[in-house]
């Protein structure tokens, strides 16, 4: 099988590590990729290039599956532009990404299919939506505040600050000056609980479960600070448990995929059900993204037993869901950022810095080639991340933090409390 994986980041990089031990797999082309995949021998990176330009690559290079990483090339259509000609590519259609491309067609859609969620208002005009705000009682029950489209994890603030609410929604519908732009907003009720994020393959009404992972996503210790794309995300076996689990399955992913069904957008491939858990064990989607979550890729991957190439092939064209397991085992991946990030306000990140580092549970993101020396410097936001594995998820975080030790570049920030909470992320 020859791979053409789409995507740059730290979940591309987990992808290649997984599919580059395949036997069935001889190419993979990465774009655009970043310079540290080239440590993988199998692994072409490509230029970054429009979704027809990598459609005629496909054609042109006896391309049998094409992997979609970010969110982005999905809301733009590129499944439905390779589907066009008959490639075999893995992900949603154009209209079925909007369940992550627009926050308010998400919950319009869960809504309608009767998928429990968060009560919510929208507002496609700013002085309505500070009228709105007025009447919302932040202080005694909080509020989420979420830009409707894609923000990069970004745009979502929860408060019980009156002033906080006012300032996030004139800087995400006024301010000039930060860099999530939304015409519209959308207002929640805040879900307490525990929150988790479960996984699945899918096509049409089949689907496979992938697991579950646990995301921190305020940048700093004790969830403090803005949210990220990401800090750090663990994965405990015990939990959810089956019952949990089978609640999941039939009040949220059947009714997902049914309703895309319904819709006429047949559902394929990564779901992520973003969820909360409340003190009856019952599930609520905070979100869904289209696609497959970092970090939460690189704290499951390295959990999953079996060839996920074929099995995807295997997938698209018979619908087998055999061949694939997950290791009954912990997961702990932490980030490490460059300083400066997630600059909301558009300041410039620290970059250029030397990276020293082991290989060993180490996947790469914001990273290019040292220009004076061998090895790599920071040249994004989130730069690298370590995973461990093992029985519990109190042993795999300490042997994540012991890889995390042994690296080191200028203006490196990580967070020191990944996983201590073990029942669900850190949230208000």
Excluded at 182 to 187: A, E, G, M, Q, Y
Excluded at 374 to 384: A, E, F, P, T, W
Aim: glycine share 10%; with cysteine; aromatic share 8%.
């Amino acid at each position: 099988m020859n791979i053409l994986l789409i995507g740059s980041g730290g979940r591309e990089d987990a992808f290649v590590w997984k599919l580059s031990k395949e036997e069935e797999i001889k190419k993979i082309y990465v774009s655009p990729g970043h310079d540290g995949m080239t440590r993988f021998s199998k692994v072409t990176l490509l230029p970054d290039q429009s979704a027809e330009d990598l459609k005629d690559f496909a054609k042109d290079n006896a391309i049998d599956l094409t992997i979609v990483g970010p969110e982005a090339p999905l809301t733009q259509g590129i499944v439905d532009i390779f589907q066009e000609d008959g490639l075999r590519i893995f992900g949603p259609s154009k209209r079925a990404a909007q369940l992550e491309g627009s926050k308010i067609f998400s919950k319009n859609f869960m809504k309608k299919n009767g998928i429990p969620t968060a009560s919510f208002e929208t507002y496609d005009n700013y002085q309505l939506a500070v009228e709105g705000l007025a009447n919302w009682p932040i202080e005694s029950e909080g509020i989420v505040i979420k830009a409707d489209g894609l923000a990069g994890g970004k745009g979502v603030v929860v408060t019980k600050n009156r002033s906080e609410a006012e300032h996030t929604l004139h800087d995400f519908m006024i301010n000039p000056e930060i860099s999530v732009k939304s015409d519209t907003i959308l207002f929640e009720k805040v879900l307490p609980g525990d929150e988790v994020s479960v996984f699945a393959l899918c096509k049409g009404l089949d689907s496979f479960y992938l697991g579950s992972a646990c995301d921190h996503k305020r940048v700093g210790d004790n969830d403090t600070g803005p949210n990220t794309g990401g800090m750090g995300c663990f994965r405990d076996p015990s939990w959810p448990d089956k019952s949990l689990l089978k609640k999941i399955e039939e009040r949220i992913l059947r009714p997902t995929l049914k309703g895309c069904m319904a819709d006429g957008m047949a559902y394929s491939g990564f779901l992520f059900m973003g969820l909360m858990i409340d003190e009856l064990n019952d599930p609520y989607v905070v979100e869904y993204n289209v696609r497959l979550g970092d970090p939460e890729t690189q704290t499951l991957l390295p959990l999953l037993e079996g060839p996920l190439g074929l099995f995807i092939k295997e997938f698209i064209d018979n619908g087998t869901t055999s061949g694939l397991s997950l290791k009954d085992e912990a997961s702990v991946h932490i980030v490490a950022t460059s300083g400066g990030y997630p600059s909301l306000d558009n300041n410039p990140l620290d970059l250029g810095h030397k990276i020293n580092f082991k290989e060993e549970g180490v996947f790469l993101a914001g990273v290019k080639k040292n220009p004076d020396e061998d090895g790599y410097v920071n040249s994004g936001g989130r730069v690298l991340g370590t995973t461990a594995t093992a029985k519990t998820v109190d042993q795999a975080r300490e042997r994540a933090y012991e890889l995390m030790k042994e690296i080191s570049f200028k203006g490196m920030h990580y967070r020191s409390d990944i996983a201590l909470k073990k029942r669900g992320a850190i949230n208000d």
